[in-house]
C-alpha cells in the first residue's frame, strides 16, 4: 500500500478545489450516516477527510474512488464542508501520478474515447447523429427555437437512443423549431472532471462553448441531469451564460402552455427516482412528478426515499465508468424500495439512472414485474 506522508500536493490540491473549508471538519461522521455507500459496504467520508488534513492518503486505494458525487452529506454537514470537493482534488493527485485501482481502469478506456471520439462509449465522432438519421431532424441554426444537446448516452448507447428518439418526437409533435449539433457536439465533460481529470474538461467545455457561440445558440435543451449541472453551473466558470432546460422543465412547459396535449392515458401505478443531478444539486423536485400528474390513469406513488432524500444509482462521480461488484450496486436497493410500492414502472430523467437500473433489472430477474421509463417515453406514448 502506497501511502505519501506528508503528501504536500495532496494538501495543496485540496486546498487550491475547496480552500480550507476542509479544515472546519470536526470529525461527527454525520457524513458517513447519510452515506449509500454504508448501505452496502463500510466507506467512511470522515476518515477521507480526517487523513487528507494530513496528507496521509493512500492514493491507491479504492476509498478515493467511492464517493458518487451523489450530494447528500454536503446538504447534512453540520459545518458546510465540501466533501465532493475533497473528494476530486484527491482523485487529480491520483489521475497526476497515474494510480489507479483494478476497479477504476475501465474509468481509463472512456477517458481515452473521450478524448480521441468526444464521447466515453467507443462511439466514432462521425456517428454521433446516426440515432436521427431516419427522423426529421435538422442541424442547428442560428434563430431556432431552441438547440438538442443530445448527450453521450443518448447518441450511441442502443438503450437510451429511443429516449433520444422519444424526445425528437415530441419536439415536433409540439411545433418546436429545435436542431442538433450532430458530429460538432462533445461530451459536456461533468463526469470526467469528477474523477480527476480537469484539462480534459475544460478542453471539451472549451470546444461546446465555442460551437454554441459560432452557431448563435442562446437556449439549449439536454436530457441528462449531468449536462444539466455542468451548463448550467459550470461552464459560467468560462464566461459565458446559456439558458439550459432540462426535458422534465420543458414538457412541463410544453404542457402548460398547451403546445402538446395528453391524449392518451396511462394505466399504471408509477413511481419516480430523482436523480441526484436534478433533484439534490439542481432542487428540480416538482416538475417531473408535475407531469406524470398530468397524465392520465397514471398513479404516482413515492419510494421510500425520495426529494432530497433520493438514494444515488450508484453512476455519479464517473463511477458509471467503474467496476461495482453484485451486493455493492445502490441500484439493486433502488429497485427493491421500488418493488416494494407496488409500482409496475419506475420512472427516472437521467441516462445514469437508466443505464443501472436497467442492468439492476436484469441481475434481479425485475423483468415480468418492473418496466425502467425514461418520463420522455412515457410522455411520448400518451400525446
Ligand atoms: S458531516 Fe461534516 S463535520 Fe461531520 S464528519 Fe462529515 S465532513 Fe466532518
Ligand atoms: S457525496 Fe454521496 S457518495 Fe459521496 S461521500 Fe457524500 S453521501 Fe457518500
Known amino acids: 500500500m502506497e501511502t505519501v506522508a506528508p503528501f ?5 490540491e485540496i486546498k487550491e478545489a475547496g480552500g480550507d473549508i476542509f479544515k472546519l471538519c470536526f470529525q461527527c461522521g454525520l457524513c458517513d450516516v447519510v452515506c449509500p455507500w454504508n448501505r452496502v459496504r463500510p466507506f467512511s467520508m470522515r476518515k477521507l477527510i480526517r487523513e487528507a488534513a494530513f496528507g496521509l492518503t493512500e492514493i491507491d486505494g479504492e476509498d478515493l474512488w467511492r464517493c458518487t458525487t451523489c450530494g447528500t452529506c454536503p446538504q447534512q454537514c453540520p459545518r458546510g464542508v465540501r466533501q465532493i470537493d475533497v473528494s476530486v482534488a484527491l482523485r487529480r493527485v491520483a489521475t497526476e501520478y497515474e494510480v489507479f485501482p483494478a476497479s477504476v481502469r475501465s474509468a481509463r478506456s472512456a477517458r481515452a474515447s473521450i478524448i480521441s471520439e468526444g464521447n466515453p462509449l467507443q462511439g466514432e465522432r462521425g456517428k454521433r447523429a446516426d440515432w ?20 453521450c448516452y443518448l447518441s450511441y448507447d442502443p438503450r437510451m437512443k429511443k429516449v433520444a428518439v422519444a424526445t425528437a418526437e415530441i419536439l415536433n409533435k409540439a411545433g418546436v423549431k429545435f436542431g442538433i449539433l450532430g458530429s460538432k457536439e462533445n461530451c459536456c465533460g461533468e463526469s470526467i472532471r469528477k474523477i480527476g481529470s480537469e484539462e480534459v474538461f475544460r478542453n471539451l467545455a472549451r470546444e461546446n462553448i465555442k ?5 448563435g445558440v442562446r437556449r439549449i435543451l439536454v436530457s441528462s441531469p449531468h449536462c444539466y449541472h455542468t451548463f448550467k453551473n459550470e461552464y459560467p466558470e468560462f464566461m459565458v451564460n446559456f439558458e439550459v432546460v432540462h426535458m422534465t422543465q420543458y414538457l412541463e412547459e410544453l404542457i402548460r402552455e398547451g403546445r402538446i396535449e395528453i391524449k392518451g392515458s396511462y394505466d399504471k401505478k408509477v413511481t419516480y427516482h430523482d436523480p441526484c443531478y436534478l433533484g439534490r444539486h439542481n432542487q428540480i423536485f416538482d416538475q417531473p412528478r408535475d407531469v406524470l400528474r398530468a397524465i392520465a390513469g397514471l398513479e404516482l406513488v413515492e419510494m421510500a426515499d425520495s426529494r432530497k432524500q433520493s438514494l444515488c444509482c450508484g453512476g455519479g462521480g464517473g463511477r458509471i465508468w467503474m467496476d461495482t461488484p453484485i451486493g455493492e450496486r445502490f441500484s439493486d436497493l433502488r429497485l427493491k424500495q421500488a418493488g416494494d410500492t407496488g409500482a409496475r414502472v419506475l420512472a427516472t430523467a437521467c441516462p445514469y439512472c437508466i443505464t443501472n437500473f436497467e442492468e439492476s433489472r436484469l441481475n434481479l430477474e425485475y423483468e415480468e414485474t418492473l418496466e425502467i421509463k425514461d418520463i420522455t417515453e412515457i410522455v411520448r406514448d400518451v400525446i
Open 132 to 151: 436521427a438519421k431516419d427522423l426529421p431532424v435538422k442541424p442547428y441554426e442560428e434563430g431556432m427555437e431552441i438547440l438538442y444537446f443530445v448527450g
Open 8 to 12: 504536500k500536493e495532496v494538501i495543496d
Open 211 to 215: 460551437a454554441f457561440i459560432d452557431n
